[in-house]
C-alpha cells in the first residue's frame, strides 16, 4: 500500500512557475477560476456561484492534504505570489499506487505552455517521490485541449464510457486516459 505524508507540503518549482499550496486567501482567485463558464467548460462539476463556494472548495482541498489522501497545487508565476490555477492528484488509489490528475488554469494564462510545465513536475513528483505506478486522467471526450495535454505528456486513451456520469440532468461520455511510471515501462520491455 502506498504511504503518503503531505505533512511537510511538497512546493515544486518549474522554469517559470512556483507550485504552492492552495489557502483561504486565494480564495478569489479560486472563485475567479470556479466561476469562469470558459474554464469550467468540460470541468462537470458545479460552478462557484459565490465566496462561500470557493472557500467550501479550499476546505476540501485542505482536508484532502491532512489527511494524506488528496493533494492539489496553486499555480504561480515566479514574480508573483497570485493563484492562476490549481493541479491536483485527487482521487488517490493508495492500494493501486494510482492517482487521477486534474488542472485548470485561467483563460488569461492560456495557451503559454505553462500547464505543461506543471503537468511534467507534478507528475515527475507523483512518480519519483510519491512512487504511484500510473497515472490516470478522466476527461469529457469533446475536451481535445485537455486531449492533446495529456496525448503530449505520453498518455494513452485506455477506455471510452458512454453515459456513466450523470450531470446537470444529463449522462455524459467519458474518455479515461493513463501514464505508467517510466520505471514499469521500462521493466515491461526488458
Ligand atoms: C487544459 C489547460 C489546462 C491547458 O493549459 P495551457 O497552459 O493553456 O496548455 P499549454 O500551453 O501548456 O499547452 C500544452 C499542450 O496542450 C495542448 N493545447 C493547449 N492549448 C491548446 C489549444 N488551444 N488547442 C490545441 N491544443 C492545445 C497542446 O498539445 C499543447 O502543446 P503544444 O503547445 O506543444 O501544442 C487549459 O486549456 C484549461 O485550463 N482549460 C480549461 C480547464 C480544463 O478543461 N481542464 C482539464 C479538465 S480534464
Redesign the pocket.
Known amino acids: 500500500m502506498l504511504v503518503l505524508d503531505f505533512s511537510n507540503f511538497p512546493v515544486l518549482s518549474t522554469k517559470r512557475l512556483l507550485l504552492r499550496q492552495v489557502t483561504k486567501a486565494d480564495a478569489n482567485e479560486v472563485f475567479g477560476l470556479r466561476s469562469d463558464s470558459?474554464?469550467?467548460?468540460?470541468?462537470d462539476r458545479p460552478m462557484a456561484k459565490t465566496i462561500d463556494d470557493a472557500i467550501n472548495y479550499i476546505q476540501k482541498i485542505e482536508n484532502g492534504i491532512t489527511n494524506n489522501d488528496y493533494i492539489a497545487w496553486a499555480l504561480t508565476l515566479k514574480e508573483n505570489n497570485t493563484l492562476i490555477?490549481i493541479i491536483s492528484f485527487h482521487r488517490i488509489e493508495k492500494e493501486n499506487y494510482r492517482a487521477e490528475i486534474?488542472?485548470?488554469?485561467a483563460t488569461n494564462?492560456?495557451?503559454?505552455?505553462?500547464?505543461?510545465?506543471a503537468?511534467t513536475a507534478v507528475l515527475d513528483y507523483g512518480f519519483n517521490i510519491m512512487k504511484l505506478h500510473s497515472v490516470e486522467?478522466?476527461?469529457?471526450p469533446a475536451?481535445?485541449?485537455?486531449a492533446?495535454?495529456l496525448?503530449?505528456n505520453g498518455f494513452v486513451r485506455e477506455a471510452y464510457f458512454k453515459e456513466n456520469y450523470y450531470f446537470n440532468g444529463k449522462f455524459l461520455d467519458s474518455a479515461i486516459y493513463s501514464l505508467l511510471a517510466p520505471a514499469a515501462i521500462k521493466e515491461k520491455a526488458e
Open positions: 470558459n474554464v469550467m467548460k468540460y470541468i490555477g486534474g488542472y485548470i488554469l494564462f492560456h495557451r503559454k505552455g505553462l500547464m505543461q510545465e503537468v486522467a478522466v476527461i469529457n475536451n481535445d485541449i485537455s492533446k495535454l496525448e503530449k
